[in-house]
């Protein structure tokens, strides 16, 4: 099992910036890829951006690219989202999530809310 912690959701006004976190801990020797979803009032759950636990190719959704960077930081077992020029559309609950070997996202974190002032 792996369980997931994040922090660092809050309010930002339009063209802000947040950092959000995401520590695993548990069995990550088993971690394949680490990702970032949200979800937004009335809408399906979205991929956000996803990285390889070890080596491989970082991905994002074409909205996010060039304003979120997802980023890993071994040591702490802890993966980032950085978010710049944060836009109001980009409101939701942000989900860390993480994928074994299967390469299926069995583990989610519990949440946290982003809330972007226009």
């Known amino acids: 099992q792996v369980q997931l912690a994040e922090s660092g959701g809050g309010l930002v006004q339009a063209g802000g910036s947040l950092r959000l976190s995401c520590a695993a801990s548990?069995?990550?020797?088993?971690?394949?890829?680490m990702g970032w979803f949200r979800q937004a009032p009335g809408k399906e759950r979205e991929f956000v951006a996803q990285i390889p636990w070890t080596d491989g190719r970082i991905s994002y959704k074409d909205s996010v690219k060039g304003r979120f960077t997802i980023s890993r930081d071994a040591a702490k077992n802890t993966v980032y989202l950085q978010m710049n020029s944060l836009k109001p559309e980009d409101t939701a609950v942000y989900y860390c999530a993480a994928a074994p070997t299967t390469r299926r996202y069995e583990y989610w974190g519990q949440g946290t809310q982003v809330t972007v002032s226009s």
């Open positions: 548990g069995r990550t020797s088993d971690l394949y890829v």
